[in-house]
């Protein structure tokens, strides 16, 4: 058999980890990116212990692993500043610490490790069809791509989700709004990683490994809801909220330290898939990441569910093993763990959102009261996965020499 070839529509976290993840298994891959260039457009993002794992398992640990990891506890608080809860940091528990780093940075990780012309910048996928010989032909804006398997990383609002599940009711408004920056960190103390919880309304606060710090706020609001000015916005809503909040939101003015202009605060509203889709595959395509389960943030798990799906992927399509057996086992491995893990996300936002004032009191005892290591054990099943067996590491690659070194070790 010759070498197979993959097309991966989309060059987001779950497309470009796909593209690496197949071609460290002996793929031949082409990412059709419709976007001129690529953008870690969406200010931070936490790397939980599972997806770290999948990441190493492909070779990509040490590319996401600069800085420092997300240190201490991890807690949630009510605006006057008193914790609900506290939990140590997962490193301890799980072997290895959660990251918090720029969606750039991880961007031009995965990117650096493509294999070099199988990026496609401003070439948009429109559709699939089926060929002789399994084969698949995509229709691209720059022509038609003949492939052995297709895998529809093209987020959210999926062309090719539309094409093959044309009766799935797509996304879903959730209910909330949110904004997110990157603000300088320079001068500010060691900050534990916290979420707040007020009436309705959330603050995050998230140190990264490069030594800036990722904010975000959420609030209950109509979809399209568009402040004026989202600085005064932020400020109305969390001024007077606990410290180092204000002082943070003071920041919003100042360059970040890299940029000279004031910190971009970026906005969107929060949407999720209305229902699960029955499969994640459909002949030779295989859907993946928020194209297959778009889930909301509460649980910062939709970018890691999307790099456990490409590593899986990956797994079951090396070897020569046929496409359409491979994608029938890529659906039984990940439709029911991340329909269950979006289900989780939506009733942990259900709960933040919540802004009776009897009905937040009642759940802030409830956290209050429930013993951190319960809250620990509960998050086992998330951040406790454990991916399939890597590839080879390929001969030469500083992974290969610590794998033989390894071996010898053991042989002694
Ligand atoms: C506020 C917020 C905070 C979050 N925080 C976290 C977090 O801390 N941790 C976490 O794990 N997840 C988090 N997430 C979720 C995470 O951002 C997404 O799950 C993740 O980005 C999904 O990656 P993806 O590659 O599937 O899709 P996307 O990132 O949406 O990438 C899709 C790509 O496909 C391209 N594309 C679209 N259509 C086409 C087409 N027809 N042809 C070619 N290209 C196309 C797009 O331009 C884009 O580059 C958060 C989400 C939000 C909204």
């Known amino acids: 058999m010759g070498v197979r070839h993959a097309v991966v529509a989309g060059g987001g976290i779950g497309g470009l980890t796909a593209a690496v993840a197949l071609s460290r298994r002996g793929w031949r891959v082409t990412v059709c990116e419709r976007a001129a260039a690529l953008t870690g457009i969406g200010a931070g993002i936490v790397l939980a212990p599972n997806a770290l794992r999948a990441l190493e398992s492909i070779g990509l640990g040490p590319a996401v692993s600069a800085g420092e990891p997300l240190a201490g506890a991890l807690g949630l608080r009510t605006p006057d500043g008193a914790w609900l809860s506290r939990t140590g940091a997962a490193a301890s528990r799980y072997g290895v610490p959660a990251r918090a780093v720029h969606r750039g940075f991880l961007i031009d990780a995965l990117a650096a490790a493509l294999p070099p012309g199988a990026l496609r910048l401003g070439v948009s996928v429109g559709g699939v069809d089926e060929a002789a010989e399994g084969a698949v032909v995509v229709r691209t804006s720059a022509g038609e791509l003949r492939a052995d398997a297709v895998v529809a990383a093209d987020g959210l609002r999926s062309a090719l989700r539309g094409q093959l599940f044309p009766r799935h009711p797509g996304p879903r408004y959730a209910g909330e709004t949110g904004w997110r920056a990157v603000l300088p960190g320079a001068g500010l103390p060691a900050l534990p990683a916290a979420e707040t919880w007020g ?44 410290d180092p909040i204000p002082a943070l939101l003071e920041r919003l003015d100042r360059p970040d330290g890299r940029e000279p202009d004031p910190v971009t605060v970026l906005h969107h509203d929060f949407y999720e898939l209305a229902a699960p889709l029955p499969r994640f595959h459909s002949g030779r395509v295989a859907l993946l990441g928020d194209a297959a389960h778009a889930m909301t943030p509460n649980l910062g798990q939709g970018g890691c569910q999307a790099i456990e799906d490409a590593v899986v992927l990956a797994h079951l399509l090396a070897g020569g093993t046929a496409v359409p057996a491979a994608l029938a086992a890529y659906t039984e491995a990940r439709l029911g763990r991340t329909t269950l893990i979006s289900r989780r996300s939506r009733r942990m936002g259900d709960l933040a959102r919540l802004s009776h004032p009897l009905a937040v009191s009642v759940r802030n005892f409830a956290v209050r009261a429930t013993p951190s290591a319960v809250t620990a054990r509960g998050l086992d099943t998330l951040l406790g996965w454990q991916p399939p067996p890597g590839p080879e590491p390929a001969p030469g690659s500083p992974q290969a020499s610590s794998r033989s070194v390894d071996i010898k070790e053991e042989e002694r």
Request: proline share 7%.
């Open 199 to 242: 009436r309705g309304e959330r603050f995050g606060i998230v140190p990264l490994a490069d030594g800036r710090v990722y904010v975000y706020a959420t609030a209950v609001a109509g979809p399209g809801t568009r402040p004026a000015d989202h600085r005064a916005e932020l400020v109305r809503r969390f001024g007077a909220w606990h």
